[in-house]
């Protein structure tokens, strides 16, 4: 093709090196992320305001191509736009943390669903990072204390700013090992607590795509054991006196690791276990409860 010019051959090439590129996941739509590209330097909402024959100044055209190149690189694509939509809201996202993904809107659904009927409800998110699914429950269940920890300072920061520019109160960031930064006050009453904690083993690292290994800090990723799962066994063992009797765990997780972690939430007295997952089987949410009889720890 000679140099492309308008807009239909823009995103033609656009597509191509994408779909080309050995940096990514599979299961990214190359289509819509040029779409979006694209209308971010032409500046409209949606590429339908523009007609197919447009041609864009070469200055566009430029900027346009240069962004499907740090794509193509691997370059997580919120980091291009500079925010990530999660279960309808627009959350910026800073470089240097976990990189939200709209794979969450599982845990988050789930979350909401079970809460929804419940006054006042106390909800910890462990592992937080910038705060994705501890921004969505507070938003959706505005009556809800939300409570989001990780050992991220700089993520944490962030979530902090969206919440101010979303207008949530109801949600705290505190920094901190797992639940150590959690209020003593919260012993025994939390009603629900989701985790999307660190789990891919330390040799699978290697088979991570450039996207994810070369732009997210290895802790986010895994807690560098061999099964990847220490992190995992403490989010559900130390989860137990923070609890109410009758309080939710959720963990968002891959699908080959279910079993384990059922049979990890088994030992530690957790009943109600189900694995849930979303229609394509790309989000793994594992549930359970406290039996409503556990007397609280102290
Ligand atoms: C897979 S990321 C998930 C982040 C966020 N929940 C999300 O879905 O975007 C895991 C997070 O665990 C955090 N983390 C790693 N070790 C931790 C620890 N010992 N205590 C608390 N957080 C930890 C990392 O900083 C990272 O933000």
């Known amino acids: 093709m000679s140099e492309p010019k308008t807009v239909d051959q823009l995103l033609t090439i656009g597509v191509r090196v ?51 190149a740090r794509r193509a690189g691997g370059e997580p694509f919120p980091f291009l736009t500079g925010r990530i939509e999660i279960y309808g809201l627009s959350l910026k996202v800073r470089p240097g943390a976990f990189v939200p993904r709209p794979s969450s809107e599982l845990t988050i659904d789930l979350a909401v669903k079970k809460l929804k009927r419940k006054k006042k409800a106390i909800v910890v998110d462990v592992c937080a990072g910038q705060g994705p699914i501890a921004l969505c429950i507070a938003h959706e269940l505005d009556e809800a204390e939300v409570f989001g920890c990780d050992i991220d300072a700089g993520g944490l920061e962030q979530g902090r700013r969206n919440a101010k520019e979303l207008g949530l109160r109801n949600v705290k960031f505190l920094a901190g090992d797992m639940y150590a930064p959690l209020p003593k006050r919260l012993k025994g009453n939390v009603d629900l607590i989701v985790g999307h904690v660190p789990y891919v083993p330390m040799d699978e690292i290697e088979d991570l795509p450039a996207e994810v290994r070369e732009y997210e800090p290895l802790y986010t990723l895994s807690d560098e054991s061999v099964d990847g799962l220490t992190l995992m066994r403490r989010a559900v063992d130390e989860s137990v006196p923070w609890l109410a009797p009758g309080g939710w765990l959720m963990l968002e997780l891959a699908e080959d690791l279910s079993k384990k972690v059922l049979k990890m939430c088994k030992k530690a007295g957790f009943t109600d276990l189900k694995v849930r997952s979303d229609e394509d089987e790309l989000s793994v949410v594992v549930e359970g409860r406290l039996p409503k009889g556990r007397t609280p720890a102290r």
Do not use: K
Not at 20 to 46: G, I, N
């Open 18 to 68: 994408l779909d080309d590129s050995t940096h990514l996941f599979d299961d990214h739509d190359h289509d819509d992320e040029a779409q979006e590209l694209l209308a971010m330097v032409l500046d409209v909402d949606d590429l339908d305001e523009v007609p197919d024959d447009h041609v864009p100044g070469r200055r566009e055209r430029e900027r346009f191509l240069a962004l499907i």
